[in-house]
T-cell receptor
């Protein structure tokens, strides 16, 4: 099991360029998400998906698009990069979630190794 | 909105015990997670609480009081390798986790 795989690890873009951050998981997880992490601000949710064909916006979705055509893949697209999008990006997935009322266990988020993006 | 508060930084001595607090005010609650994150690395899962009380896992324990919107992570017998950021996160019921800003712990010899 590779877990959650993100590519690339590092990327430098010029303002206005577009690119796609790739994320794949081999754990058959229904739920996938993208976070960005900036100093002093913690992890902030960009977009998430609860299954193939279903996506929704998180806390900071502007400037980013996602799609979920398969259970395994959840790419993040930057349409026109801006310096404010300089950040570390993490993809994360979770397995099935039993009702909290039925079980004291909840599946944790599994994170990829991150992509460090710089926009100049 | 969602609000999760943690201290920004803490310092402790090798071999000691440290308690990292987390308070939360969220629109929903389906459990609270603690993650550890070393510099330049991805967060890794430490513990989960959904019922009030203490969960113990080796040197790490986590406590939850839902009525007070409060949790803490207790680290015993501190080691140098415990120097990291510790992230508190709440499952607000939409499957997404909302994270606090994290507490950077420095362990000194």
């Amino acid at each position: 099991n590779a877990g959650v795989t993100q590519t690339p690890k590092f990327q430098v873009l010029k303002t206005g360029q577009s690119m796609t951050l790739q994320c794949a998981q081999d754990m058959n997880h229904e739920y996938m998400s993208w976070y960005r992490q900036d100093p002093g601000m913690g992890l902030r949710l960009i977009h998430y998906s609860v299954g193939a064909g279903i996506t929704d916006q998180g806390e900071v979705p502007n400037g980013y698009n996602v799609s979920r055509s398969t259970t395994e893949d959840f790419p993040l697209r930057l349409l026109s990069a801006a310096p404010s999008q300089t950040s570390v990006y993490f993809c994360a997935s979770r397995g099935a979630n039993p009702s909290a009322a039925q079980s004291s266990y909840n599946s944790p988020l599994h994170f990829g190794n991150g992509t460090r993006l710089t926009v100049t | 909105g969602q609000n999760i508060d943690q201290p920004t930084e803490m310092t402790a001595t090798e071999g000691a015990i440290v308690q990292i607090n987390c308070t939360y005010q969220t629109s929903g609650f389906n459990g609270l997670f603690w993650y550890q994150q070393h510099a330049g690395e991805a967060p890794t899962f430490l513990s989960y609480n959904v019922l009030d009380g203490l969960e113990e896992k080796g040197r790490f324990s986590s406590f939850l009081s839902r009525s007070k919107g409060y949790s803490y992570l207790l680290l015993k017998e501190l080691q140098m390798k415990d120097s990291a950021s510790y992230l508190c996160a709440v499952d607000t019921g939409r499957r997404a986790l909302t994270f606090g800003s994290g507490t950077r712990l420095q362990v000194q010899p």
